[in-house]
């Protein structure tokens, strides 16, 4: 059994912030795949589901990003869990926009949600890592993750939502390298086409039809030219 962490902050104020975007790809799961209603528990909400014979519980803390540990520790005493049965999905600075990056391991890289869960369940759990890109200075960091997604942002965040939600089956096993083929398929489809498919031909300008009549050689079209 997976624990699937969604961090952002809870509130209709907070709901399209780009720190939220780790919500908003668990809300597109619960929907895509048919998940029960969201219930409080463990100091957030959670939808217990299967993929399969696969079961897994969606975790949104309600803590707010700061203590989103206490809710990932509630939530992993009462299932008898350890770090490696946890994946936490978060907003990434340090990613594009549109970019998602599998991680297990490392450092919490002065994100708020991360740093609390370090704090309660140590480093060993699973990450996506959601990319929002940087403001450019470190001190506009904080008022821009609390800033909603701009209508520019739309198109490549429903892509990365819905690809999230589509490689969700395998991060139910923690397959990590396949949850991520999902997501590029959905942000980067592949191009259309076969052996048989028309491909349409570079168009080659045809020359006025007084050029293509005229029968003269070219020393007297250099001629007729100077005199």
């Known amino acids: 059994m997976k624990l699937i962490v969604g961090l952002g902050n809870p509130g209709a104020k907070y709901a399209r912030n780009r720190h939220n975007i780790g919500f908003m790809v668990l809300d597109r799961i619960v929907e895509d795949h048919g998940f029960p209603a969201w219930k409080s528990k463990h100091q957030g909400v959670v939808s217990e589901g299967r993929f399969g014979s696969d079961r897994v519980i969606l975790l949104k803390p309600e803590t707010y990003m700061n203590k989103s540990g206490d809710s990932v520790g509630a939530a992993m005493r009462f299932h008898k869990l350890e770090p490696e049965d946890v994946i936490v999905l978060h907003d990434e600075i340090d990613l594009a926009p549109g970019k998602v990056r599998w991680k297990v391991g490392g450092g919490h890289a002065g994100h708020n949600g991360l740093r609390s869960v370090h704090a309660h369940i140590g480093p060993d759990y699973a990450r996506v890592r959601l990319g929002v890109g940087h403001p450019g200075h470190k001190d506009a960091v904080p008022g821009y993750v609390l800033r909603d997604f701009p209508k520019a942002d739309e198109e490549w ?22 949850f991520m083929n999902a997501v590029a398929l959905r942000v980067k489809p592949p191009r259309s086409g076969s052996g048989n498919s028309k491909v349409d031909k570079p168009k080659v300008s045809e020359p006025p039809q007084s050029a293509k009549d005229d029968a003269r050689s070219p020393l007297q079209k250099l001629m007729d030219r100077f005199s």
């Open 157 to 178: 965040l429903d892509d990365v939502i819905r690809g999230c939600s589509d490689g969700a089956p395998h991060l139910a096993v923690g397959d990590g390298p396949k």
